[in-house]
């Protein structure tokens, strides 16, 4: 009994033994790796690593310029010449962002956010209210670097894209008063003037951002108001060439009454862009645009003497707009008004060549 009861020992230990060095044998050192280029995902699925190495020069700041105007012909932008005392529907803004361990910081000086107008009743016409927008790459040492995306031929490697993220309503938004004819909120233009460090007003560069569509300079506009929302703004490294990738659009002449139907560089980019090239660290500037630019076509006759009633006696469109600024600005109701009063009633420069041009 004694014997039979030390053989079955024996054997279960024998079995224990063979058992952890089977185990050991299949350590997560001998198990299957993934590829290379595969990583895992928080619920235990493989997906392919996107992440590429850019080739190119890496900046060191970023300078972002938007001016708010019109067009004299498509797509020759003009600043528009506001009134000195309207302080917050029209002014230059400029947003810089740092290269700090390989991401873009936005810089303490900049606006809290990028403001705008829509444009939703003239929306794609040349009356629209349009933002141009340009950014300019500078060295460590502050040397503009734009010319090492475009020159010798880089300029078929590159292209900015801009999309959308995080688009929410403001409180008062109202579907039917702010974009009844369902717009899409945001349009890019792609300008690009050749030669790249040339105006096409003031020297005889040409627009070329629709055969070229590269994104250093352009037009933003915003079909309907009232939203807040953050613009990406994302810069291509094509290996292989970045190709061309349109949509039908259109332009309204307001002055000659016709519309033109081109096809345009789309400005966001496709699912094999994303997954296939590589992109540098992603510009985020946050978004509020407020009222549109109809709203500034009051139904106000005399001013002098809508400054002296109270809101409450203002026409209700009016009062809408100043709450609207009220609320994004912080501001009082009298600094709302005066934004309208001196649209109307302000003195403004003079409408030549001093103000930005493409």
């Known amino acids: 009994m004694k014997q039979n009861l030390i053989k079955s020992m024996m054997l279960l ?5 063979l058992a952890i060095t089977f185990t050991a044998c299949n350590s997560e050192d001998d198990l299957p790796k993934p590829k290379k280029d595969e990583v895992e995902n928080k619920d235990g699925a493989q997906k392919k690593d996107e992440t590429k190495k850019i080739e190119g020069v890496m900046p060191a700041k970023v300078v972002i310029e938007l001016y708010q105007g019109h067009l004299h012909g498509f797509p020759h932008f003009h600043q528009n010449a506001l009134p000195d005392s309207c302080k917050y529907m029209g ?3 400029k947003f810089i962002y740092n290269m700090v361990d390989g991401q873009w910081v936005a810089d303490k000086s900049n606006p809290k956010n990028l403001y705008a107008l829509s444009s939703n009743v003239y929306q794609n016409d040349l009356a629209a ?3 141009a927008i340009t950014l300019t790459y500078f060295d460590k040492d502050g040397n503009n670097i734009n010319g090492k995306f475009i020159e010798k031929g880089q300029d078929q490697k590159y292209q900015h894209f801009f ?9 008062d938004f109202d579907a039917a008063l702010d974009n009844p004819k369902k ?3 945001v349009r890019y233009d792609y300008v690009d003037p050749t030669p790249w460090n040339k105006t096409m007003h003031f020297d005889e560069a040409k627009s070329t951002g629709l055969e070229n569509p590269l994104g250093f300079k ?8 009232r939203h807040t929302c953050t613009l990406n703004i994302m810069l291509m490294e094509a290996k292989n060439g970045k190709g061309k990738h349109t949509h039908k659009t259109v332009i309204k002449d307001s002055i000659y009454k016709y519309d033109k139907e081109y096809d345009a560089p789309d400005f966001t980019p496709t699912e094999e862009q994303l997954k296939n090239e590589a992109w540098y660290p992603t510009i985020s500037i946050p978004v509020v645009v407020h009222i549109d630019r109809k709203e500034l076509e009051t139904d106000v006759d005399d ?16 009062q809408r707009s100043m709450k609207t600024l009220m609320s994004v600005f912080g501001i009082s109701e009298k600094k709302a008004f005066n934004e309208f009063y001196f ?9 030549d060549s001093s103000s930005f041009w493409f």
Do not use: I
Request: hydrophobic content about 40%.
């Open 163 to 171: 999309v959308v993220k995080d688009l929410k309503a403001l409180s």
């Open 343 to 351: 649209n109307e009633e302000g003195t403004r420069p003079n409408h």
């Open 183 to 185: 717009h899409e909120f």
């Open 129 to 131: 209210c349009y933002y």
């Open 91 to 93: 002014s230059p803004q």
């Open 13 to 17: 230990a024998t079995m224990l033994l």
């Open 303 to 318: 001013w002098d003497e809508a400054k002296e009633l109270p809101m409450a006696q203002l026409p209700a469109s009016l």
């Open 218 to 225: 352009g037009m933003l506009s915003f079909g309907y108001g």
